[in-house]
């Protein structure tokens, strides 16, 4: 399942789902359409997109909404994720590395797509291992050879100004949403133009293309072991025991080395390579809880009872009986 545009400002993935579409509806890629079936959703927000606004019309940041779905955007995208159940996602985006900041330090990040893979731990780590250690190399390559450069997605500020981390672990975006229940799932980050609308969104657009086609190619030739993967973590779910220890809040710690980080001089449009010591790629549990034998929650809480029946939870009347000690 491919969906792209939940921040309507960010053009690029509506645009290259919009050309595989396109491939399809012309016959091209037979390979790929006879090893797996595909669901493209090409824009999420549509109101977003055509006032380029990062939110929906109700302002919300959809990114941010797969907990509470309070979106209908998000709840539409839920609904055909909990029907069809694919073993793979690719949520599509863009960052913007033109910021004051990065100017004012002397460098952008140019990098044509940024892939991250799933960082929570309670994903599976057959999950992990096999977007981060097998896919993402393969997208690099097929990138590298089509002309576009690629990067393991990370955010922070400039060097020296905080810490640099890939991404985030919570499961309140669409990657870790799906990857929880699951799903080998990727976030894909194209970079943005510096008027963050249609500046070289014909290059913009095909980096995301190629990533699509990288990763699609990859899965083509590794269907099975993909759906395995995924089948066997859904199953884990479904038998993990009681007592087993789950991590409610994670962190970033630094790694055994700096890293090595490319930039572009915002002055001269030169390579440049920049050692950042404040780099953070390892993930911890900040605090870990017992899986309990099953969760009690009050009738009377109307907004926790509604956020059960968005997520299509299923749940049964219960009788607590008190006895007096």
């Given amino acids: 399942m491919i969906f792209a545009q939940q921040q309507g400002n960010e053009q690029s993935g509506k645009e290259a789902a ?8 012309r016959k091209k890629h037979p390979e790929l359409l006879s090893s797996m079936e595909l669901w493209i959703v090409p824009q999420v927000n549509p109101w977003g997109s055509d006032t380029n606004k990062r939110h929906n019309a109700a302002g919300l940041d959809l990114n941010r909404d797969h907990i509470l779905l309070y979106s209908p955007e998000v709840q539409a995208l839920h609904a055909l994720f909990g029907r069809e159940l694919p073993h793979v996602t690719v949520d599509m ?12 330090f002397g460098g952008y990040k140019t990098f044509d797509v940024q892939v991250g893979a799933a960082t929570n731990l309670n994903v599976n780590q057959s999950i992990r291992d096999f977007s981060l250690w097998r896919a993402m190399p393969a997208i690099e390559i097929h990138l590298n050879q089509n002309g576009f450069s690629f990067n393991n997605y990370i955010v ?3 060097p020296a100004q905080g810490r640099t981390r890939h991404s985030t672990v919570d499961i309140d ?17 194209g970079i943005n133009g510096k008027d963050g609308y249609v500046e070289n969104l014909e290059r913009r657009t095909f980096g995301q293309y190629e990533a699509l086609l990288a990763l699609l190619n990859y899965l083509a030739e590794n269907s099975q072991e993909a ?9 884990q779910l479904l038998s993990d025991k009681t ?12 790694g055994d080395a700096p890293l090595l980080l490319p930039l572009k001089s915002s002055k001269t449009g030169a390579d440049t ?6 780099y953070h790629p390892v993930v911890k549990a900040a605090y870990e809880v017992s899986r309990p034998v099953a969760y009690l929650a009050p009738v009377s809480d109307t907004q926790l009872v509604q956020l059960i029946d968005r997520h299509k939870i299923n749940y049964s009347p219960a009788v607590v009986c008190m006895e007096k000690l």
Wanted: hydrophobic share 40%; proline share 6%; glycine share 6%.
């Fill in 18 to 25: 919009l050309l595989l579409i396109s491939d399809f509806a």
């Fill in 93 to 104: 985006h863009e960052y913007q590395p033109f910021r004051e900041s990065w100017e004012m």
């Fill in 156 to 158: 922070g500020p400039p």
């Fill in 173 to 189: 975006d669409g990657r870790h949403s799906f990857a929880i229940q699951g799903t080998i799932s990727f976030i894909y980050e």
């Fill in 227 to 235: 759906r395995e993967i995924s089948e066997m973590s859904r199953q």
């Fill in 243 to 254: 007592g087993e220890k789950v991590a409610i809040r994670m962190e970033h710690f630094p």
């Fill in 273 to 278: 390579l920049v050692v950042v010591e404040n």
